[in-house]
C-alpha cells in the first residue's frame, strides 16, 4: 500500500515537472534569432514601438537589427537609393500625427467624466501625458491623462483667486490678479510670490521659460524675468483689456482685444510690430493658438467665429462662423497641422481643419444613458458614449444636458480634455478608424 502510494507521488510530481516545463515556455525564453524572426514580421510601426518598451532585450533587438528602418523602406521604397539624409524619427513623427489626426476626425471616441474639485473648474491645460485644471476654488489639481488617477494638489496662497495657470515638466506657474505664483510640480505649497507692484488687474498668461508674460486690464503686457523676479519689459498692445496671449518660438507676444484685433510684439527689438484684424470686428477674441509648423495663428471670437492668420504675411486666410455663440477655447496639438478643436457656450466641441476653416466634426457627450462606471476611487471616473451631431442639425434642438458650456479645452495626442465650470472634469480618447 506504501509502495503504492510512493509511485502515485512520484507520478503526480512527474506529471507536475511535466506541466511547468510547458507553462515556462514564455517569450522570455525565446533565442534572439526567434524574436527577430517575430519582430521583422511586423508590419506596422506601432505595434513594433510597443514591443521595443517592453524590455530592454526587446529594445535591443529591435533596435539592432533595424527593424525600424528596414519597415520604413519597406514603406517608403524610394527613399533606399535617395543620397538624402533622410530621418526616421521625423517619419514616425509624421505617422503620430496623421494617427492622430485621423483620429479626431473620423476614429471612434470614449468619454470619461469625473468629479474633479469641490467647487468648479473652468480651465484645464493638458501637456505630457499630465492634466492641470483650476480656477473656480482655492486649488490646483493634476491629474494622468492616461488613467484620470489623481496626482497632486497645489493650493493657492493667502486664499487669493487664480486667474490663469500653465505648466511644464518642472512646475506650475499662475496669475493671481496682480501676482505671479510659481510651484515645483512635485510640492503643494508655492515656491515663489512676485511682489505684485508692476502689474495691475491681469487678465491673462503665457509663459516661456526664462519669461512670464501678462495681459492687463488697461491693454499693456507685462515681460516678467521668472529667475531674476523683475519685470524685464512691458509693450503697449492695446487700448482695451487684453484677453488672451500666446507666445511663439520666435519671441513674438500675441496678445488678443475685446477690440477684435490681435497685436504683436517682438521680444528681441522690443516693439510692437504689427496688427492682425478681423472683417467682423468688433468683437472680443477670446482665445488664441499658435502654430510653429505653419505659421499660423488660430483664434476664437465672442461671435462664434474662428480665425487664421498667416504670421508671415500678416493676412487672413479664412474666420467662418462655426458656431452661434461665444468660442471660448481653440487649441491644436502641437506638430499637428491638420485640425483645430474649438469650444464655447454652445456646448458643441468642434474639429475643424486648419487648412480651410471647415468644419469636420462635431460632437457633444451623451449623458441621457447610464454612466459605467469605470473606477471605485474617491475620485470615481464613469465612462459616457460620445454622439456625432450631424452638419445640418440646430443647435437649439439639442438638449442642453447634452451640451454644458466648454469654458477650456486642450489637446493631447488623441486625446481632448474639457472643463465646463462645474465640478466635474470631462477627457474624450479618440481611436483610428478601423
Known sequence: ME?????????????????????????????????????????????????????TSWNRII????????????????????????????????LAMDEHASSLSSGPADAYQWIGHPMRATLCRMKGGSILT????????LWSAETCKFMNEYNVPNAKTLVDFDFDENKIVGLISSQICIWRRSEPRSIFQSGGASFNHGLCMSFADPEVVIGCEDGRAFVYD??????????RLHSSPVTCLTITDDQLILGGSTFGNIAIADQTSGQKIGVLKSAYAPLAIRSLSF???????????????????????????WEPR???????????????????????????????SQRTGEI?????????????????????VEKKRVR???????????????????????????????????????????????
Open 3 to 55: 509502495a503504492s502510494s510512493s509511485r502515485g507521488r512520484s507520478g503526480s510530481a512527474s506529471l507536475r515537472r511535466r506541466r511547468g516545463a510547458g507553462s515556462g515556455s514564455t517569450a522570455q525564453s525565446l533565442n534572439d534569432d526567434i524574436l527577430r524572426s517575430v519582430f521583422s514580421r511586423l508590419d506596422d510601426h506601432f505595434d513594433l514601438a510597443r514591443c521595443s518598451a517592453v524590455c
Open 63 to 94: 533596435v539592432t537589427a533595424h527593424l525600424m528602418k528596414d519597415l520604413y523602406y519597406k514603406r517608403n521604397p524610394p527613399a533606399r537609393g535617395s543620397s538624402s539624409n533622410i530621418s526616421v524619427k521625423s517619419y514616425f513623427e509624421s
Open 134 to 141: 483650476g480656477v473656480g476654488d482655492k486649488i490646483l489639481r
Open 226 to 235: 521668472m529667475y531674476s523676479r523683475s519685470c524685464s519689459s512691458i509693450y
Open 291 to 317: 502654430s510653429t509648423n505653419s505659421h499660423m495663428i488660430f483664434a476664437g471670437s465672442s461671435a462664434g467665429y474662428a480665425h487664421c492668420w498667416d504670421l508671415r504675411t500678416m493676412r487672413p486666410l
Open 322 to 352: 462655426v458656431s452661434p455663440n461665444v468660442i471660448y477655447s481653440t487649441h491644436h496639438l502641437p506638430g499637428d497641422t491638420a485640425t483645430l478643436a474649438v469650444g464655447g457656450i454652445d456646448g458643441v466641441l468642434r474639429l475643424i
Open 360 to 380: 469636420i466634426r462635431s460632437i457633444v457627450v451623451d449623458t441621457d444613458r447610464p454612466a459605467e462606471p469605470m473606477s471605485r476611487s474617491r475620485h470615481q
Open 388 to 434: 456625432e451631431v450631424a452638419p445640418d442639425a440646430r443647435v437649439d434642438n439639442i438638449s442642453t444636458r447634452l451640451r454644458p458650456q466648454i469654458t477650456s479645452l486642450s489637446v493631447g495626442m488623441k486625446k481632448i480634455v474639457t472643463t465646463h465650470g462645474e465640478n466635474y472634469i470631462r477627457i474624450l480618447k479618440f481611436r483610428p478608424q478601423k
